[in-house]
């Protein structure tokens, strides 16, 4: 059975750091398009990272570009989304996504239960 577990999620104040985890069990992370989504009260839930099966590329939305970083252990199993100079409107539930695709489609293979980040001004 697959499970993607996050952890690392809190209160912070905004320009303040957190760093994700994304532990991956009953599947080898190696062969998954790995990224984050968040969804923010009252609002679709949008992507935030990725990062494909080599490392070579990753993905960012707009927003978090220079501010957030994402990156991954095979060896462990484990995706991680560093987060540096956080502001309140990153405030959210941010959920890990496994994909087989060529690249992390809205509606991933699997997702995490979700880890809840918030950002106080």
């Known amino acids: 059975q697959v499970q993607l577990v996050e952890s690392g999620g809190g209160l912070v104040q905004a320009g303040g750091s957190l760093r994700l985890s994304c532990a991956a069990s009953?599947?080898?992370?190696?062969?998954?398009?790995m990224g984050w989504f968040r969804q923010a009260p009252g609002k679709e839930r949008e992507f935030v990272a990725a990062?494909?099966?080599?490392?070579?590329?990753?993905y960012y939305r707009d927003s978090v570009k220079g501010r957030f970083t994402i990156s991954r252990d095979n060896a462990k199993n484990t995706v991680y989304l560093q987060m540096n100079s956080l502001k309140p409107e990153d405030t959210a539930v941010y959920y890990c996504a496994a994909d087989t695709a060529s690249y992390l489609r809205t509606r991933p293979n699997y997702w995490g239960q979700g880890t809840q980040v918030t950002v106080s001004s």
């Open positions: 009953g599947l080898t992370l190696s062969n998954y398009f």
């Open positions: 990062i494909n099966r080599s490392d070579a590329n990753t």
